[in-house]
């Protein structure tokens, strides 16, 4: 058994995928905009995670932006059957950089076609609907128009599945009263637990929740205790972070993103990790 293989397999959709996946986001130039110094090595990381059994994937074709979609298609295409490829629309990238709203129904569609197109494929895995809100947490309002944009390109046949990413709970609720959802994308971690009755709502029903920024994104998570806890496993902080979300809920899946073959593999290590219940406890204080 793979160490992919020891975190589980969950739902995602109609198809079953291992709880460890990988997220693409780094593989872009810095601050996610343009191309990576070395794209070379940012195939060498796509090709290992699949290798690796990791088959579920996250992106967005407004990283770079296309730059990781592009990457993607180049190192795995044509893709493995069991492969699930999960992207999101909603953003766009300014010429300096900057991150917009895109969120009108002829802005999604272009995003949808601007995903199969790089991509390489005829219909899309799953499309999660980004709502703006801040860079890290979700804004309350309507999301009625972007979703049902998405929901009338699915009838068209271009997306298998729906999700919604940096949503609020009623925004959720707004989305299943249009159609169905496989997947929720918000902020989660250790020390930022804001969705805890979320997770649980959707695990009851079946559904994915699939936590960014899983290390603290842009700000890795920092906490005497998380590294204390680590030392006395063996265990680097950051991976024992991930193995606190495997063990927090089994509708959890992660895409822990790095440049790195060598990062990559030891965030795999967290499957195998077991954090005993005195630990686990101390942990738990943290939010």
């Known amino acids: 058994m793979s160490k992919v293989a020891k975190a589980g397999s969950f739902l995602l959709g109609d198809r079953a995928v291992n709880r460890m996946g990988y997220g693409a986001m780094q593989l ?10 070395d794209p070379k090595a940012a195939i060498a990381v796509l090709r290992e995670a699949l290798a690796s059994g990791v088959n579920h994937i996250d992106t967005a074709d407004f990283y770079g932006p296309h730059v990781t979609n592009q990457l993607i298609r180049e190192a795995l295409h044509p893709y493995a059957e069991n492969l699930v490829i999960v992207t999101k629309v909603g953003a766009l990238r300014g010429s300096d950089g900057s991150w917009n709203p895109a969120q009108s129904p002829a802005e999604l569609t272009q995003a949808v076609h601007d995903n ?46 729906l999700g919604v990413s940096n949503v609020t709970p009623s925004q959720v609720k707004q989305a299943q009263g249009i159609a169905d959802i496989v997947c929720v994308q918000n902020h989660y971690n250790l020390s930022h637990r804001e969705d805890e009755t979320l997770i649980s709502e959707l695990g009851q029903q079946g559904i994915a929740y699939v936590p960014f920024f899983p290390l603290g994104g842009f700000t890795p998570l920092q906490s005497q205790v998380l590294l204390n806890v680590a ?57």
């Open 231 to 287: 030392t006395r496993m063996g265990a680097s902080p950051l991976c024992l972070a991930l193995a606190w979300l495997l063990q927090r809920a089994p509708n959890i899946l992660l895409i822990p993103g790095t440049s790195s073959v060598a990062h990559f593999r030891e965030n795999l290590t967290a499957s195998e990790l077991v954090i005993a219940p005195d630990m686990l406890d101390e942990l738990e204080a943290l939010g």
């Open 116 to 161: 199969l197109r790089n991509l390489g494929v005829d219909v899309l895995d799953v499309v999660n609907l980004r709502a703006m809100g801040n860079q890290q947490s979700p804004v309350e309002g309507s999301i009625e128009e972007s979703f049902t944009t998405l929901v009338e390109l699915q009838r068209q046949g271009l997306i298998r599945h």
């Open 28 to 37: 872009a130039g810095p601050n996610v905009f343009g191309p990576p110094k």
